[in-house]
C-alpha cells in the first residue's frame, strides 16, 4: 500500500473499492481520506488478522477520515500513537460466534468522532493502558449491536486518567451488554442517548460522571459501582428512582420526535430542554439540555408564530395570542417563558414588552453561546 512509500506529513487519498490486504503504519504522520466519502473505500477482512485489520504503530500521528472497516475480528489496533478518527464506519460480520472488540486504542492520544459502530457482538471500543498525559474523546457516534451482544460500548481500563469523555453519542439495542465499563478513570460522560438500555455502568475504581444524558430502557437500569460515582441531571424512561444518584435526576419520558424512524430531537414540549447542567459548552435558553441534540432558540422568540431570531412586539402579540386566542405555542414552550416562572402567561407578554420598549433588563440568566 501507499503507506509504505510515505513521508512525514503526506495525505492518501484512497480511489474507491474494496481492500483486502493487512495493513501496519510505523512511526508516521499521516492524513488518510477516501476520495468519494463515505462507503466508497472498503477494507475489508477476508480472514480474522489477530494483530488488527490496520494497525497502528507507535510513535505515529494518524488522521482517518470516510473509511469503511468490514470483518469478523479486531478492525483497527491503535497503540501509543495520536489518532484522530471522523466519519469512519466499523461493521462487525460475525463468524461461528466469533467475539472480538471492533476498536482497540492502547495508549496515546485519540479522538474519535461522527463515527457508525455496526452489527457488533464485541466491545465497540476498548482503551486501555492510559497514562494521565493520555486523552481519549468519544463524541457524535453511533452504536448499533447485533442480535447476538456482549462486551461494552465503551471499555476502558488497566490505567489511570481523567482525560477520558464519551459525549453526544447515540448508543441503541445495548440491553444485553454493559454500555460503559471503567477502572481507575474519572472519565466524563453527557449529552448522550441510551435506547433499550439495562447495564448503564460498571466502575471498577476512580469516580466517573454522567450527566445531561437520555436513558430509556424496559426495565431498571444497573450500576455497579466500586468506589463511587455521579449521576445527576439525567433523564430516565423505565427505570425508578435510584437512591445512589443525584437528585437532579428526572424520570418522564424526554418526548423525542420519532425515534422509531431515526429522528431523536426533542419535541417542543419536552422537559429535557434547558433541564441539564452546564457543562462547558454552549447551549441555548437557560441551560443545557439533557440528550445528544441541543434545541436552538432565542428566549423571547417564540417560533413556530414567528421564530426570526429576534424579539420583537410580533413576540408579545404571539403569546397573548397563544394563552387567549389558542394560537401555536412557543417552541420550544420555555422561549415563551421570559420571566422564568416555569410558565407561559400573560406576564411573559408584560415582560417582553417592558424588555423591548423600556429597555427592562432579562429576568433570564442565558446560556453562553
Not at 134 to 156: H, P
Not at 185 to 193: E, I, R, T
Amino acid at each position: 500500500m501507499a503507506v509504505d512509500s510515505c513521508y512525514d506529513g503526506d495525505s492518501i487519498v484512497i480511489a474507491p473499492g474494496e481492500y483486502n490486504e493487512s495493513i501496519l503504519i510505523s512511526g508516521k504522520r499521516l492524513n488518510i481520506n477516501a476520495r468519494d466519502g463515505l462507503g466508497s473505500v472498503v477494507l475489508n477482512q477476508v480472514i480474522q488478522f489477530p494483530a488488527g485489520r490496520l494497525r497502528i504503530l507507535p510513535g505515529s500521528e494518524i488522521r482517518m477520515t470516510n473509511l469503511k472497516f468490514v470483518g469478523a475480528s479486531t478492525l483497527l489496533i491503535c497503540d501509543l500513537s495520536n489518532v484522530d478518527i471522523s466519519s469512519c464506519e466499523f461493521v462487525r460480520r460475525d463468524l461461528d460466534g466469533n467475539f472480538s472488540n471492533a476498536l482497540v486504542v492502547s495508549g496515546g492520544r485519540a479522538r474519535i468522532r461522527e463515527c457508525s459502530f455496526q452489527s457488533l457482538t464485541g466491545s465497540a471500543i476498548v482503551s486501555r493502558h492510559l497514562t494521565p498525559d493520555d486523552t481519549l474523546v468519544v463524541e457524535q457516534c453511533r452504536f448499533q449491536f447485533a442480535e447476538y451482544r456482549g462486551g461494552f460500548v465503551l471499555s476502558v481500563n488497566g490505567g489511570i486518567a481523567s482525560n477520558v469523555r464519551f459525549s453526544h453519542n447515540l448508543i441503541l439495542d445495548a440491553s444485553e451488554s454493559s454500555n460503559l465499563f471503567f477502572d481507575g478513570m474519572d472519565a466524563v460522560v453527557y449529552n448522550n442517548l441510551f435506547i433499550n438500555c439495562s447495564f448503564l455502568l460498571r466502575s471498577l475504581s476512580g469516580v466517573p460522571s454522567l450527566e445531561n444524558n437520555i436513558v430509556v430502557s424496559d426495565g431498571p437500569v444497573s450500576t455497579v459501582v466500586g468506589e463511587s460515582a455521579l449521576i445527576d441531571y439525567n433523564c430516565f424512561l423505565g427505570t425508578e428512582p435510584n437512591p445512589n444518584w443525584g437528585t437532579h435526576n428526572i424520570y418522564v419520558d424526554p418526548l423525542l420526535n420519532d425515534p422509531e424512524n431515526g429522528d431523536y430531537t426533542l419535541q417542543c414540549t419536552s422537559p429535557c430542554i434547558d433541564a441539564g447542567m452546564y457543562v462547558g459548552e454552549s447551549c441555548y435558553g437557560t441551560g443545557p439540555d439533557i440528550g445528544p441534540l441541543e434545541v436552538e432558540y432565542v428566549k423571547g422568540d417564540i417560533a413556530p408564530d414567528n421564530g426570526d431570531g429576534t424579539v420583537t412586539i410580533t413576540d408579545a402579540v404571539g403569546v397573548v395570542n397563544y394563552i387567549f386566542a389558542g394560537a401555536l405555542p412557543p417552541c420550544p414552550l420555555t422561549a415563551g417563558d421570559f420571566n422564568c416562572d416555569g410558565n407561559v402567561t400573560i406576564a411573559d407578554a408584560v415582560a417582553l414588552i417592558n424588555y423591548i420598549f423600556a429597555g427592562a433588563t432579562p429576568v433570564c440568566q442565558t446560556c453562553q453561546n
